[in-house]
């Protein structure tokens, strides 16, 4: 099934099957860019985790100058509904957005009371049980607080991460290791990064440069539940060089081990393992 082949559509009140035209060309979300999604799964029939998704773009909104029009109750509602319009164990990307249709003010800053809402369900493959990914440095970073809104899951610090991934490419990498202004890893260009060193797992603490993702934290309170040290740390390239796994978090692919950090490669490791298992049979997949 190729990618975008069954998409539906949730705009103003109605389900419409296909990828539905939803933004004017006047729109504020349009051409200034107040625009927030979030991205929740469903496969092999479960979709983990949904109420937190659809709390957290709430939160986004708000963080962008936008009232929300649905509670995260009415959306979970109203993305079970529309799941039923794919098979039970189609994989579904469900992405919940909103953007702002005036600008208030000043024209720059939106009108909170217009805000649009639409819901995009998507059938998008998940990656093969054995992906992994290769990474490498590059010179764009993740910007603070001061400087975007990263406390929102905003469709305008994107195009950030996508310069990131171009220069990866570029070098023949999948993704990239990414630091925050001060020089010590974010993350990555697309997901939250973890490494294991003497059986210690530990992360970067979220210092308001990156989303503190919702799989990394499920996945700390599952590895934590097992017996493992978890540990939020301030980490810098050299604690990747020496450590013994690392691996990602995120919600397109869940967990990805990382088998190469520039010239440093990497087993996939036993406690990477572990935590997908984990993944998995904590949502009942």
Same mark, same amino acid.
């Given at each position: 099934?190729?990618?975008?082949?069954?998409?539906?559509?949730?705009?103003?009140? /109605?389900?419409?099957?296909?990828?539905?035209?939803?933004?004017?060309?006047?729109?504020?979300?349009?051409?200034?860019?107040?625009?927030?999604?979030?991205?929740?799964? !469903?496969?092999?029939?479960?979709?983990?985790? %949904?109420?937190?998704?659809?709390?957290?773009?709430?939160?986004?909104?708000?963080?962008?100058?936008?009232?929300?029009?649905?509670?995260?109750?009415?959306?979970?509602?109203?993305?079970?509904?529309?799941?039923?319009?794919?098979?039970?164990?189609?994989?579904?990307?469900?992405?919940?957005?909103?953007?702002?249709?005036?600008?208030?003010?000043?024209?720059?800053?939106?009108?909170?009371?217009?805000? &649009?809402?639409?819901?995009?369900?998507?059938?998008?493959?998940?990656?093969? /049980?054995?992906?992994?990914?290769?990474?490498?440095?590059?010179?764009?970073?993740?910007?603070?607080?001061?400087?975007?809104?990263?406390?929102?899951?905003?469709?305008?610090?994107?195009?950030?991460?996508?310069?990131?991934?171009?220069?990866? &490419?570029?070098?023949?990498?999948?993704?990239?290791?990414? =630091?925050?202004?001060?020089?010590?890893?974010?993350?990555?260009?697309?997901?939250?990064?973890?490494? /294991?060193?003497?059986?210690?797992?530990?992360?970067?603490?979220?210092?308001?440069?990156?989303?503190?993702?919702?799989?990394? !934290?499920?996945?700390?309170?599952?590895?934590?539940?097992?017996?493992?040290?978890?540990?939020? =740390?301030? %980490?810098?390239?050299?604690?990747?060089? =020496?450590?013994?796994?690392?691996?990602?978090?995120?919600?397109?692919?869940?967990?990805?081990?990382?088998?190469? /950090?520039?010239?440093?490669?990497?087993?996939?490791?036993?406690?990477?393992?572990?935590?997908?298992?984990?993944?998995?049979?904590?949502?009942?997949?």
């Amino acid at each position: 099934m190729a990618i975008g082949e069954i998409i539906w559509t949730y705009f103003n009140g /109605v389900w419409h099957q296909g990828d539905l035209p939803v933004m004017n060309a006047a729109d504020h979300g349009m051409w200034l860019g107040t625009l927030v999604f979030d991205g929740a799964r !469903q496969f092999n029939g479960v979709v983990p985790d %949904l109420a937190p998704h659809c709390a957290r773009i709430n939160d986004s909104a708000k963080a962008m100058g936008m009232d929300p029009t649905l509670t995260a109750d009415e959306m979970v509602a109203l993305t079970r509904e529309g799941l039923t319009k794919f098979d039970a164990d189609a994989p579904v990307y469900i992405r919940p957005m909103y953007w702002s249709k005036e600008g208030a003010k000043g024209i720059i800053s939106p009108d909170p009371s217009s805000t &649009q809402f639409s819901l995009c369900l998507e059938q998008i493959p998940m990656p093969a /049980v054995d992906a992994s990914q290769t990474l490498c440095r590059t010179e764009f970073i993740r910007p603070m607080i001061t400087m975007a809104p990263v406390n929102a899951k905003a469709a305008c610090l994107y195009p950030n991460n996508a310069r990131m991934i171009r220069a990866a &490419q570029a070098r023949g990498y999948d993704n990239a290791i990414v =630091a925050d202004a001060l020089g010590n890893v974010a993350e990555s260009a697309t997901a939250n990064i973890f490494l /294991v060193k003497d059986g210690i797992v530990r992360t970067p603490i979220p210092n308001g440069t990156f989303l503190n993702g919702i799989t990394r !934290q499920r996945v700390m309170k599952l590895l934590r539940a097992a017996g493992h040290t978890v540990e939020e =740390a301030t %980490l810098s390239f050299d604690d990747f060089d =020496a450590a013994d796994e690392v691996f990602l978090t995120g919600n397109v692919s869940k967990i990805t081990p990382i088998v190469k /950090v520039e010239d440093r490669e990497y087993p996939i490791g036993p406690i990477t393992k572990e935590a997908r298992t984990l993944y998995w049979e904590w949502a009942g997949a």
